[in-house]
C-alpha cells in the first residue's frame, strides 16, 4: 500500500478528538516557551450524569471532592458485580486563567479515562472521545475567561460499550472506571512543538547518529529565520548537538516548503483555520557521529535526555524533552537479539488493575508493579496484556531494564468499520505516545486472539511502520495457521509440548494461565504441578533457538466476568495473588537469575505432611544453587539435633535445556529410620561451588506464629493520590507463610491519609496487602495493625509537603 492512499484510509479517525503529544510529566520543570500545570486536584465528582452540569453556573458544592486518579467507586477485591460501576458520571474542575498563558495556546491533557468522555469548557463543547487507554487533547485556548473561574466538565461513560474497542462481545478482564489517568494543562506558544521522536540508529556501527524528528503544529507565523536545535544529554553534560536551520513557510498551503513529511499523525490538535498548520510537520536533526554514550541493556539500561528547541533569530520560540537509549533490538530467525547478544526471553504478560481502585492507582504503585517483574521475579520482559499501559510503569521499565511488548486495546473480537477506525486509532495513540522508550522492542497491532482480517490488520500494521521504522511489530493470535503480516509470529500456545516454531521469527506470548488456574490456598499437588508446568515450558523455548522466548500468562491474578475465573470475579492465572505477593510458580521465574544478581532458593510446596492427596511424597525447589541439603528434626531425635535426609541436584533429565533447573525430592525414597515418629521442622540449604550460600527453615509445628505488616515506602508526597502498598502477612517461627491464616485483620490509622482496602481485612492464603493513599497536607502517618490472636504491628509514613497545583 502506498503511503498517499494508506493516509488516506487509516488516518481518519475521530474528528473531534485532539492527541497530546507532549509528556512531560506535570510537576517536571517547565520547558522554556511552554508549561505543564497538573490539575489532578479539586475536582469534584457525582456518580451520575446530571442534567445543566456543563454550564458554569452549575451548583457542584454538594459534588464529592476527589484527587485525580481516582476510580468512580470503591470495590471489594473480588465478588463483586461489573454493573457496579458501570454508569455514566461527572466530573467537574475548576482553574484560574493561567498567569502565564496570554498569548499563548492552552490544551487540556487527558493520559486516561474509562471510557467515553464528552468534554466541556465553560458551556462549550469541545467533543467526545471514545477509548479508555489511550491519551487525548482539547483545545482550550478560544473559550478561556480571564476575568472569572474556568470551568471543567466532563460527563464519562463508563458502559461496555460495543462501539469501543475492546468491547462488542465479551472480554475475560475488568475496566473499571473513573478518570484513572493524570490531567493536566498544556500552555504552548502559538507555534510549538507537539512531539519529539529521537531515534538511534546503527547504534552498533562504528558511526552511529540520532535521528532527533521534531514535529511542528500551531499557527504559520511569518518573519525568522527560524531553526531547530537538538542536543543529547547525560545529565548536565552535553554530548553532542546539533541544528537545522528551517526554510520558508508556505502559509497557503499551510504545511512547510522545506523537508516535511505528514504523517497520519493528529486529529484536530490545531485550529481548522486557513493561517494554520493543521497536521504536524516533521523535521528532522541528525546528530551524527556520536561518541562515548553507553548502550541500553538489561543489566545497565542507560538513559539519555534529548533536548529539542524551536528558535526564531536564536531565540527559544518552545523547548521540549524525552528521554531515550541506544540500544540495538530485534528479533531474528535464531531468537532475540539485544546488542548483538541473544536474549531468550523470559516473561510475563500483565494486567495494570488492583484490588478496591481498579486501575485508579498513581505512579508509585504502577512503578512498583515493574520492580516486581525485574527485580522481584526477574523478568526480562513483560507484555501490556490488553491494552496500552501506564506511562509510569513504562518509564520504570525504561529504568530497571525490562523488555516490553506493548499491544493495542481488545480481546478476540473485531467490530464494524467505525470500530476498526478506532482501533487504527489506538495504534497511532500508542506509538506517539510511547515511541521514545527503550525498552519497548515490539508494537503489538492486532486485537488478542481475533480472526485474521486481512484488511484491517494490513492497516495497522502499515500505520505502525509508518510511524516507526525503528521496531517491528507483532500480533497476538491463538492459531498457528493465523496470516502473518507483522514481522514477528506472536503466538499464545496453550498446550504443552509447544507447537514447533512455524515461522522464523516466533514468539510465544500466553501458556499455561486458564488451563491450570492456581490459589495460594490450593494444596501442594496443585502448587508444585503449577510451578512445574512454568518450568517445563521454559524448558522446551530453551531447547530450540528459533523460539525467541515466552511470556507466561500471566503475573497478578486479577479481576474479571461473571463467565470467567473461579466464580468470585477472579482469574486466578498468575503466579502471584491480586495483592502481588507470590505464589510457589512465582519461585521458578524468580530462581532463572544468576546468583550474582540474586541467590534464590523457594518451595514449591506448604510443608505439612497430608496437604496433598495421600500424604506429602514429593518436595520440589526452585533454586539457582547447584546442590541442596535437606534436613529435618523433630522430638523424636535427641536434642531435638537435626538429622540430614538427603542431598540432591538440579532435575537436569527432565529440564536439561535450562540453566537453573528445580531441585525434585521423593520423599517415598529416604531412609526415615532416624527419624521415628510424627512430624518435624525442615531445614533447606543451598550450596554453590561446595559453599554454603543460603538457608531456609520451615516449621512443622502447624502454628500461626509471627505476624508482619511490611510497607513498600516509608516515604510519601502530600498530593492526594500517592500511594504505597502494605502487605500482611502470618508465618511461622522461621518466616514462611502460613498457607492457610484466615483472620480478620482490624487497622487503625491515624494522620492525614486514607486506607484503601477492606477493614478488618481478612487474610487469603496468610497474606494480602491494602494500600495508603496520602492526603493533601503533610504530617505523619501511623498504621496499626490487629491480629485476634497474634496482636498488633504499628508502621509509620513520613508525608512531605507537594507543591500547590497553579490553577
Known amino acids: 500500500m502506498i503511503r498517499r492512499d494508506f493516509i488516506k484510509t487509516a488516518g481518519a479517525v475521530l474528528a473531534s478528538t485532539a492527541l497530546s503529544a507532549s509528556h512531560l510529566p506535570a510537576g517536571e520543570p517547565a520547558m522554556r516557551g511552554r508549561s505543564i500545570l497538573s490539575i489532578n486536584r ?54 484560574r486563567f493561567p498567569k502565564d498563558a ?147 513557510v508556505d502559509a497557503a498551503s499551510g504545511t512547510a516548503a522545506h523537508d516535511t513529511s505528514l504523517d497520519p499523525y493528529n486529529d484536530a490538535a490545531v485550529y481548522s483555520t486557513t493561517q494554520t498548520l493543521k497536521d504536524p510537520a516533521r523535521h528532522v536533526v541528525s546528530i551524527p557521529h556520536l561518541a562515548n554514550f553507553q548502550l541500553w541493556d538489561l543489566q545497565n539500561p542507560r538513559l539519555y535526555t534529548v533536548y529539542v528547541r524551536l528558535l526564531r533569530s536564536g531565540q527559544v520560540v518552545d523547548e521540549e524533552t524525552r528521554r531515550i537509549g541506544f540500544r540495538e533490538a530485534v528479533f531474528t530467525d535464531h531468537g532475540f537479539s539485544l546488542n548483538g547478544k541473544i536474549v531468550k526471553l523470559r516473561g510475563l504478560d500483565r494486567h495494570q488493575t488492583f484490588p478496591f ?113 525503528s521496531r517491528q511489530t507483532g500480533g497476538i493470535r491463538n492459531f498457528p495457521e493465523s496470516e502473518l503480516l507483522e514481522d514477528v509470529f506472536t503466538v499464545n500456545d ?26 495460594t490456598t490450593d494444596d501442594d499437588e496443585r502448587q508444585r504441578e503449577h510451578t512445574l508446568r512454568h518450568a517445563r515450558i521454559h ?80 518436595a520440589v525447589f526452585c533454586s539457582n544453587c547447584d546442590h541442596i541439603k535437606i534436613s529435618a528434626r523433630n522430638e523424636s531425635v535427641q536434642n531435638n539435633a537435626w538429622v540430614q535426609l538427603a542431598e540432591i541436584d538440579p532435575e537436569r533429565t527432565e529440564f536439561n535445556h535450562l540453566k537453573y533447573p528445580p531441585f525434585i525430592l521423593d520423599l517415598m525414597t529416604l531412609d526415615l529410620s532416624n527419624f521415628k515418629v510424627g512430624w518435624g521442622d525442615l531445614r533447606a540449604e543451598g550450596y554453590i561451588g561446595g559453599k554454603l550460600v543460603m538457608t531456609k527453615m520451615f516449621s512443622g509445628k502447624g502454628a500461626d506464629s509471627k505476624f508482619a505488616l511490611l510497607p513498600d515506602d516509608h516515604e510519601l508526597v502530600a498530593d492526594g493520590a500517592d500511594t504505597t502498598r502494605v502487605v500482611v502477612r502470618v508465618t511461622d517461627e522461621f518466616g514462611a507463610i502460613r498457607t492457610y491464616a484466615n483472620d480478620p485483620i482490624a487497622f487503625t490509622l491515624e494522620g492525614p491519609a486514607k486506607l484503601i482496602g477492606d477493614n478488618p481485612f481478612a487474610l487469603i492464603g496468610g497474606t494480602g496487602a491494602v494500600w495508603i493513599r496520602a492526603a493533601e497536607f503533610a504530617g505523619t502517618v501511623r498504621l496499626t495493625a490487629r491480629h485476634p490472636r497474634l496482636g498488633e504491628q504499628s508502621v509509620s509514613f513520613t508525608i512531605g509537603a507537594a507543591p500547590e497545583e497553579a490553577v
Open 42 to 95: 479539586n475536582w469534584r465528582y457525582h456518580p451520575a450524569k446530571v442534567a445543566g452540569a456543563e454550564s458554569t453556573d452549575f451548583d457542584d458544592s454538594k459534588f464529592e471532592r476527589v484527587v485525580i486518579p481516582h476510580s468512580n467507586i470503591e470495590l471489594p477485591w473480588h465478588s463483586f458485580d461489573d454493573k457496579d460501576y458501570e454508569f455514566i458520571s461527572t466530573y467537574r474542575r475548576r482553574f
Open 102 to 248: 496570554e498569548g499563548k495556546r492552552v490544551f487540556v491533557d487527558f493520559e486516561g479515562a474509562m471510557t467515553a468522555s464528552t468534554v466541556w469548557i465553560n458551556g462549550v463543547k469541545l467533543g467526545d472521545y471514545r477509548g479508555g487507554f489511550t491519551p487525548f487533547s482539547f483545545e482550550l485556548t478560544k473559550n478561556l475567561r480571564k476575568d472569572a473561574d474556568n470551568v471543567l466538565v466532563v460527563q464519562l461513560d463508563s458502559t461496555e460499550r460495543a462501539d469501543i474497542p475492546p468491547f462488542g462481545y465479551e472480554i475475560d478482564y475488568l475496566t473499571f472506571g473513573g478518570i484513572y489517568r493524570e490531567v493536566s494543562l498544556r500552555i504552548v506558544p502559538t507555534t510549538y512543538i507537539d512531539n519529539v521522536f529521537a531515534q538511534p540508529r546503527d547504534v552498533m556501527s562504528g558511526n552511529p547518529t540520532l535521528d532527533v524528528s521534531c514535529y511542528l503544529a500551531g499557527e504559520v507565523v511569518s518573519g525568522g529565520p527560524f531553526s531547530i536545535e537538538a542536543e543529547l544529554r547525560d545529565g548536565d553534560n552535553v554530548i553532542a548537538k546539533a541544528t537545522r536551520p528551517l526554510g520558508k
Open 357 to 469: 481502585v481498579g486501575q485508579a492507582m498513581p505512579a508509585r504503585a504502577q512503578r512498583k508493579d515493574a520492580d516486581i517483574l525485574r527485580r522481584n521475579l526477574h523478568c526480562n520482559i513483560v507484555r501490556t496484556s490488553h491494552y496500552p499501559q501506564s506511562r509510569h510503569f513504562l518509564d520504570r521499565c525504561d529504568e530497571v531494564g525490562l523488555l516490553v511488548l506493548e499491544e493495542i486495546p481488545g480481546w478476540q473480537h473485531i467490530g464494524d468499520e467505525s470500530w476498526k477506525q478506532v482501533a487504527i486509532d489506538n495504534v497511532g495513540r500508542m506509538i506517539r505516545r510511547d515511541w521514545n522508550h527503550p525498552s519497548i522492542v515490539l508494537w503489538g497491532v492486532r486485537i488478542n486472539e481475533s480472526p485474521d482480517d486481512h484488511n484491517f490488520y494490513t492497516r495497522t500494521n502499515a500505520l505502525a511502520h509508518a510511524l516507526d521504522d
Open 494 to 519: 496453550f498446550g504443552f509440548p509447544l507447537r514447533p516454531p512455524n515461522h522464523p521469527r516466533y514468539l510465544n506470548t500466553e501458556f499455561v494461565g486458564h488451563t491450570f488456574p492456581t490459589k
Open 539 to 618: 524448558n522446551q523455548l530453551a531447547s530450540n533457538p528459533q523460539y525467541a522466548g515466552g511470556i507466561g500468562w500471566c503475573a497478578f491474578d486479577y479481576n474479571t466476568h461473571s463467565n470467567f475465573g473461579a466464580g468470585d470475579r477472579i482469574c486466578y492465572h498468575g503466579v502471584t495473588d491480586i495483592f502481588r505477593e507470590p505464589k510457589p510458580a512465582a519461585g521458578f521465574y524468580k530462581s532463572q537469575c544468576d546468583p550474582e544478581e540474586e541467590i534464590v532458593l523457594e518451595p514449591a510446596f506448604h510443608w505439612a505432611r497430608s496437604d496433598e492427596s495421600v500424604g506429602f511424597t514429593r
